[in-house]
């Protein structure tokens, strides 16, 4: 995740595909971790433009639900967090050239200095599945 020069980044522990967990639902969970963090640093009542350079997330996001129960699941949390805060998410689908945080998801890590120092309280549904770098 990248948040103008500021970063973040998790990784899928081994085994973590399994029971449904596929690239589309990993997919859909970088964009539930964005809204986690959005909330958590207190954005509230406003909408937030989210570029990704997965089509099929963006679509799933926006039609609010896919054949696979744990996209559907994800969409649900985000859902389930955005409402309390007043928050829309408009996903907007860019190339993987211009993904800001498309070197961040291939493990080529920011500066140090520029990582995000608020890390997202995982949901407990996630941790046996992620951990943050």
């Known amino acids: 995740m990248v948040l103008d020069l500021q970063w973040a980044a998790w990784k899928l522990r081994p085994g973590w595909k399994a029971d449904g967990c596929d690239i589309g639902w990993a997919e859909s969970i970088a964009l539930e971790l964005a809204i986690l963090w959005l909330i958590q640093v207190g954005h509230v009542n406003c909408n937030i433009i989210v570029h990704g350079d997965n089509a099929g997330v963006i679509g799933t996001f ?12 994800s969409i649900h949390h985000m859902e389930a967090s955005i409402i309390p805060n007043n928050i829309s998410i ?6 993987s050239t211009w ?4 070197q961040v998801s291939r493990g080529t890590l920011g500066p140090p ?7 997202i ?9 992620l951990f943050y770098v």
């Open 99 to 102: 993904n800001k945080a498309n």
């Open 62 to 73: 926006s039609k609010g639900c896919l054949h696979n129960v744990l996209c559907n699941d």
């Open 113 to 119: 200095s520029l990582q995000m120092s608020d890390s």
């Open 121 to 129: 309280q995982l949901p407990v549904d996630l941790t046996q599945f």
């Open 90 to 95: 408009s996903p907007v689908y860019v190339t």
